[in-house]
């Protein structure tokens, strides 16, 4: 009766026994469907890490099987996933990353119940590398950065088991491998961290089909194009006039009596190569105490059939190079389209979007959380020395709406004259009114409301001298009237704090804004911003304004712990160099070449391995031996193998200094007997 169970797998195959090396795999799988789980609302880490969890135990035991019911059904399995993963595409209803992520996520499962080989394991990194990846294209927060570093870790632990389970190399204790794994971590993030967030990265290209957006969004049964803020209705103002849920500026009227308490949460992310303001809507009409929009329901309705909106720039506008945002909705907001100035394409999940007569753009649906849309903008740069001579031209009957003014007082108008006089242009004057606000009064939230009767301007710029972003805008605004100039009061979003690490500007309630829109001839709309701190001068003629707020962010993460202390970023580089140096010390010792006499044992092993020897990293000599003499196939070489072995023995583990070098040419004939006699199927004698 033969002895060799016909289940068993076929010669050949390098089954992995090591429970280190697998229990890494696994960990790593877990920490990709983490990563996966992280940007995808919908899904759950639970079944997938349990299923792999089972399928990790599943293939260390029957790891010596043929499995061929399993496969069969795997196979059907995987074709099942394909299919609706491609379904979804096809019927658009998921996004292709996102359709990416659930097919490799549930290939990972169904082939995690068979993962017999080393080979089979290294496929399973790969995939969740690949699964890392494609998270790390759709996360937007630097929290992801956590699941990078202990993927990371698990990865190079997985890898460094697989070589010692492979090559028999000498296995260290969990400290060694401990402090080897994170000095080669801390090394290649302190070396290659700076290189990373200072590289120059490449402006996102316009050319291709399509730039991102969210799934479509069906049109409600009844089209409003109204402005609606549902979390400034929801909220409303408290006692004190402060309203807690929403922004007051997003909506067609605008009192200045109400205050705003800002929030700390991020609202939306907003992939953008230059820093801009993220504009929402204007208004025309100032009646001495708030703002409205004069003909709020006047629209245009823009439809498409194809996945962008089209729209001109307004008349006598003109643009200095077009610049792509994505913006990534991450709290409910009204049906305002955030967009730089001035927006020329928009990529919105609907069919139709409007365009007010203040050069807003609305939504027929409500922003939601996980909706996102792309902008293409072509905003105004100038240089401020032409500005500065071009004279003011006649204004069109359109430009007269932003000039009129309700009745202001002496001392606001004789103030405006004082600081204009020596302006010659449209742009000087409203330079000139933009530098004396920013630099005289200070911002102030908590500031008490007008007393009844009270002119907004005239109480902030001679009563009250401080106040907050809709004051400072209003100011400026009425105060460019009276100097002629056509302006309107804008309001949206600064363009919040950007992340080095992600690549976005993270935007939150409390970077909600006002600031202003001036007619400048020969230019168009301009913006200016006379709140103290603002990012005036970043709509200039600097082409590095990105470039130094990389450098910034990245500063305001790494100052507050060097700051002071400059032992402390010699002892980091000293402890990162010496880390890297023993990483490398270690690593070159591990990969030295093997002894002859453990390249001729290995040699016999994988021989026999052919003939159907479990080959398992983890039994010593003598118990490979008495697995091999179980095996019909090997009876035949079986004294010349016994005589290997107990030689092998004697020259790897002996006493004498010179065994090696003695026992070489020994062990090479006698693992060519052991070869032959297996080849011919009789004892040599």
Known sequence: MSLVRRSALPSGREVESSMRHRLAVWLNTAIAIIGYVSVDPDATATWPIAATAVGAVFSHWRREERNLLVKWLLAVGMLYALWLSLNNLIRGTIDPRLALAQLLL?????????????????????????????????????????????????????????????????????????????????????????????????????????????????????????????????????????????????????DLDTRMVPSNDVVMHVKCDRSQYWRAMAFDHYDGRGWSMSAPEAVQPVATTAQSFRLPLPRGQHGSGKIVQTFYIERDQGNLIFAAWAPTEVYFPTALIWHDNYDGLRSPVALQKDMYYSVVSDPPTFVRKALMIQKAGKLTPDQLRYVALPPVSDRTVRLTRELTKDAKTPFGRMDALQAYLASTYPYKLDVPAAPVGAEWVDHFLFVQRAGFCEQFATSLAVMGRVAGVPTRLVTGYAPGDYNAFTGYYEVRGRDAHAWVEAWIPHQGWVPFDATPGSMVGEFADSDDGHAREVARAFWNVVAPIFQGRPWAVALVGALALAALAWAVRFLLRLRKPPRPSTRAYRRVRRTLAKRGVPDRSSDSPRAWLEAAATVPAVVPALSALEAFVARYEAVRFGQAPDAEAAGRRELAALARQVERALKTGQPRV
């Open 106 to 254: 549930y290939l990972q499962v169904l082939n995690g119940f068979d993962l017999p080989r080393r080979r089979n394991l290294r496929v399973a990194l790969l995939v969740a590398s690949i699964l890392m990846m494609v998270s790390a294209t759709m996360s937007r927060t630097a929290d992801f950065g956590i699941l990078v570093v202990a993927f990371a870790f698990t990865l190079v632990v997985a890898i460094f088991w697989g070589y010692v389970s492979e090559t028999g190399a000498k296995q260290p204790d969990w400290r060694q491998l401990l402090a080897v794994t994170l000095g080669t971590m801390l090394a290649t993030s302190a070396l290659g961290l700076p290189f990373f967030v200072f590289a120059p990265r490449k402006a996102r290209s316009l050319a291709g089909t399509s730039l991102p957006l969210s799934l479509g969004v069906p049109l409600p049964d009844m089209l409003d194009p109204r402005i609606r803020n549902p979390a400034l209705n929801a909220g409303g103002p408290t006692a004190n006039g402060q309203t807690h849920q929403g922004y007051a500026g997003f909506s067609e009227h605008l």
